[in-house]
């Protein structure tokens, strides 16, 4: 746990100095707060502290440790050069392994990045990989999904698009009381109908293709997109 970030949170221990901390720590985008960095050729790490993640990992900064989520774009070293460390620091530090996103075409040389360390660092480098495809969704959480999507690059790779997802009364049944909404549920009827909304999307490296791919809607309806320069 990122000590500094709980004492940021603590709006009575606001000294000057952790005043300092907090405006190093990123920006507040549409209700979410935004941090990391990303210096092209160099190093990309931006991270969303409220979705629990970080896409793609640079360097492996500080602040991208207590993330538990990984989505990497692209093989490109500026965007998975610290992927190793990421996950070999949080073992070190005895947090839960992470979940890493990759492409489905890079997954395999990533497993193999992993079993070259292992060897050579006689660690268990204890994560969860998963490779997904264009179009392919996963749930980070019961009320969040990724989802990848298109992205115009030398080197295969995708974006993601974070989706909140929530489970909302049918118009039909407003109006009843609790129990006969509970008895209805348990006598197998469908009250709730699912509604997803696209919260934050991030390119990665691409060309400006991705903006005029019709697949991509959703990327330029997100509230938040990240995209490089
Ligand atoms: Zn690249």
């Known amino acids: 746990m990122d000590r500094r970030t709980q004492k940021s949170k603590n709006p009575e221990s606001g000294k000057e100095e952790n005043n300092e901390k907090k405006k190093e720590k990123g920006m507040q985008i549409e209700g979410y707060q935004v941090e ?9 790490c931006i991270i969303f502290p409220s979705l629990n993640l970080a896409f793609d990992i640079g360097k492996c900064p500080q602040r991208a440790l207590s993330q538990d989520f990984l989505l990497i774009s692209h093989g490109h070293m500026d965007h998975i050069g610290g992927l190793p460390m990421y996950v070999a620091t949080r073992g070190l530090y005895g947090m839960k392994p992470p979940t890493i996103i990759v492409p489905t075409a890079i997954k395999e040389d990533v497993e193999k990045l992993f079993e070259v360390h292992r060897k050579m660092d006689h660690s268990e480098l204890k994560h969860n990989l998963i490779g997904l495809d264009v179009g392919e969704e996963f749930f980070l959480r019961r009320d969040l999904k990724v989802r990848a999507f298109r992205t115009y690059h030398v080197i295969p790779s995708q974006g993601y698009v974070v989706y909140s997802v929530k489970q909302k009364l049918k118009q039909e049944y407003f109006g009843l009381s609790g129990n006969e909404i509970k008895n209805l549920k348990s006598s197998g009827v469908e009250i709730t109908y699912t509604t997803t909304a696209p919260e934050v999307a991030f390119t990665g490296d691409t060309t400006s293709d991705f903006i005029v791919d019709k697949t991509n809607i959703d990327v330029l ?3 938040i997109l990240v995209v490089e320069r």
């Open 36 to 44: 990391g960095l990303s210096i092209g050729g160099h190093e990309t």
């Open 221 to 223: 309806r997100a509230r």
